[in-house]
T-cell receptor, first 114, second 109 residues
Framework: GAVVSQHPSRVICKSGTSVKIECRSLDFQATTMFWYRQFPKQSLMLMATSNEGSKATYEQGVEKDKFLINHASLTLSTLTVTSAHPEDSSFYIC??????????FGQGTRLTVV | GQNIDQPTEMTATEGAIVQINCTYQTSGFNGLFWYQQHAGEAPTFLSYNVLDGLEEKGRFSSFLSRSKGYSYLLLKELQMKDSASYLCAVLDSNYQLIWGAGTKLIIKP
């Protein structure tokens, strides 16, 4: 199967700082990547769809200026949580679309804002 | 509404075989995932099925029947380290990932 690497797996940051999470497709090119967020004991929530070379499409209720997404190449998408606050503490997962139908997931990033 | 059902808890013996079932009702279907999650850790990807049939990967196999809205995860030669929660998740037509509540698998010596 295809491999998607997400880094870092865990990060602790101070309130007010920014954190960047990387999502890389290691052995295939991904025009489309997805970013999800999971709250404790709840289902994953799709935050945005990242398209290589164009602006990301954000789901309703997700702040574009707070969650900056950059998909600059066919193998890398980044999510930057700007001016992080404790309520941003969560589990973030990316997935990359191989072809039209196969989605491969990263390992996830547990963000803790203190 | 969208719904994923899987048993809350299962118990099995080391060295044995266990099958964890998952049934789903979702708006559209773009694949079904099985994840393993140990307490306090991020889920680990196990398998992805988008076509009907059985996918085998070492000790783990996953089966899908789209017409029945049904999947199972089969674990063979159980080891103590397999004690974990197993999560079934379906990617719907909008690429939203719908998660089941998870099945806690307890392995006994």
């Amino acid at each position: 199967g295809a491999v998607v690497s997400q880094h870092p797996s865990r990060v602790i940051c101070k309130s007010g700082t920014s954190v960047k999470i990387e999502c890389r497709s290691l052995d295939f090119q991904a025009t489309t990547m997805f970013w999800y967020r999971q709250f404790p004991k709840q289902s994953l929530m799709l935050m945005a769809t990242s398209n290589e070379g164009s602006k990301a499409t954000y789901e309703q209720g997700v702040e574009k200026d707070k969650f900056l997404i950059n998909h600059a190449s066919l193998t890398l998408s980044t999510l930057t949580v700007t001016s992080a606050h404790p309520e941003d503490s969560s589990f973030y997962i990316c997935s990359a679309l191989k072809g039209d139908t196969e989605a491969f997931f990263g390992q996830g990033t547990r963000l803790t804002v203190v | 509404g969208q719904n994923i059902d899987q048993p809350t808890e299962m118990t099995a013996t080391e060295g044995a075989i266990v099958q964890i079932n998952c049934t789903y009702q979702t708006s559209g279907f773009n694949g079904l995932f099985w994840y393993q999650q140990h307490a306090g850790e991020a889920p680990t990807f196990l398998s992805y099925n988008v076509l009907d049939g059985l996918e085998e990967k070492g000790r783990f196999s996953s089966f899908l029947s789209r017409s029945k809205g049904y999947s199972y995860l089969l674990l063979k030669e159980l080891q103590m380290k397999d004690s974990a929660s197993y999560l079934c998740a379906v990617l719907d037509s909008n690429y939203q990932l719908i998660w089941g509540a998870g099945t806690k698998l307890i392995i006994k010596p």
